[in-house]
């Protein structure tokens, strides 16, 4: 099938994938037209890490000067354990990281990254920016693709990319695989103001306390300004979308046998918002016709890699760069892009879920964790590599 290469690619979702794909395609001379449901491009409230691989990836976007000036640079990652406060294992995010992955390790605020995309998508002559536009079903001919408006407009384009996120409705139409997977674990999150910080929490690094069947992770944003903390947990309940408010009492009592240094710190929060954690199994193909999916829409995972968004990220430059090598054949291009990211998006699905294991491990599993991951630092970086090297384009 041909397409309509006067029309605009049209892009479901105006999130953090949705942005940096129109972004991508607009610096490969390709018009665009972001549709996202919300009133406004906002983000939720909450930290986010991004590894030296996503940051190569701003570079190609050319918007890794704006996220320098914002982000902030830890010195470690830290996996402590949460009951007896015992290191379990470090990895050295300094000067040495830095010279081996060629780019830095960051956390961002994601509202701040999200802006950082928006404000460059604004300023693209080759970017229309649409809020207030829910798509909810899609319609594919030989020369365009129609989206359809819940408010009843419907828009042409020459092929749609969906990046409506892990409950996507347009994945339903290309791939019939029900509902997301509930993982049964919950994430709360909160972001303190830096002065509100408790001395014996204050410092440069990303840690994670490890318990049974929760663990909490907390490090500074916004150059040093805010204080992320998140606190995951094993529960039964189940809330579709990311902006909820959690119940303390839950909370507390999930993490009542952690030590006092974590039990402190989950104390400093009066008001959390909540995550239901979920994912799906891996699939080779996520295309049909002139339509494919980008991020979470395509390749949901737990989050215990801290790596959606940058997969998210990686597969926008990708997708364009097929785009413009086809010249515009969207059918293969789209085949060509989900052949150069399914392996690897895959692999972190799957690796997540072993992740979330691991913190969550109890017992002699927990006690073994700790035994085999003691005193092996990954200093050469070598476990990582597969993720951090990051991919060629
Ligand atoms: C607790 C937690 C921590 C995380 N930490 C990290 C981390 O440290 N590092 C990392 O890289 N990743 C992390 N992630 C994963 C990351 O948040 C996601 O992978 C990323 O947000 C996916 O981006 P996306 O643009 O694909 O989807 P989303 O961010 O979900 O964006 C989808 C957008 O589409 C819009 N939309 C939805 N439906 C429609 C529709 N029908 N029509 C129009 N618009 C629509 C939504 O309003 C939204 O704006 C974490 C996730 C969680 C839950």
């Known amino acids: 099938m041909g397409s309509n290469a006067e029309l605009p690619v049209l892009i479901a979702g105006g999130g953090i994938g949705g942005c940096a794909v129109a972004l991508a395609l607009a610096q490969k001379g390709y018009h665009s037209v972001v549709m996202e449901k919300s009133e406004e491009f906002v983000e939720i409230g909450a930290g986010i890490q991004l590894g030296p691989n996503v940051h190569k990836m701003f570079e190609r976007l050319g918007i890794h000067k704006a996220i320098e000036d914002i982000a902030f640079y830890p010195a470690n990652i830290f996996m402590k354990d949460g009951i007896t406060g015992e290191l379990i294992t470090q990895i050295d995010t300094g000067k040495k990281f830095r010279e081996k992955f060629n780019a830095p390790y960051g956390v961002i605020h994601r509202g701040d990254l999200l802006d950082i995309l928006v404000n460059a998508c604004n300023d693209s002559d080759f970017i229309k920016m649409l809020t207030s536009t829910e798509v909810y079903k899609f319609e594919e001919t030989s020369a365009q693709v129609t989206a359809s408006i819940k408010d009843g407009r419907n828009l042409k384009g020459s092929s749609l990319i969906a990046a409506d996120g892990i409950w996507s409705k347009i994945r339903s139409e290309i791939i019939n695989d029900g509902p997301p997977i509930v ?211």
């Open 183 to 393: 993982s049964g674990h919950i994430a709360y999150r909160a972001v303190l103001p830096i002065e509100e910080v408790p001395e014996f929490v204050n410092n440069d690094d990303v840690v994670l306390w490890a318990g049974p069947k929760f663990h909490l992770v907390h490090y500074k944003l916004r150059r040093g300004e805010l204080f992320n903390i998140v606190a995951v947990f094993h529960s039964d309940k189940y809330e579709e979308g990311w902006d909820a408010f959690g119940d303390p009492k839950e909370l507390h009592s999930r993490f009542k046998n952690a030590r006092d240094e974590v039990k402190n710190l989950l104390n400093k929060i009066n008001s959390w918002k909540m995550w239901v954690l979920c994912d799906r199994e891996p699939v080779k193909n996520w295309s049909k016709g002139k339509v494919t999916l980008l991020g979470d829409a395509a390749h949901p995972m737990l989050q215990y890699l801290a790596a959606g968004a940058g997969m998210a990220i990686e597969d926008a430059v990708v997708l364009a760069d097929k785009v413009n090598k086809s010249k515009g054949n969207f059918e293969q291009s789209f085949k060509d892009y989900q052949q150069s990211r399914y392996l690897r998006t895959g692999q972190v699905q799957a690796t997540a879920r072993i992740y979330g294991q691991i913190y969550h491990a109890s017992d002699v599993v927990a006690e073994l964790r700790s035994k085999m991951l003691k005193g092996k630092s990954p200093q050469n970086y070598d476990g990582i590599a597969w993720l951090y090297d990051g991919i060629e384009v």
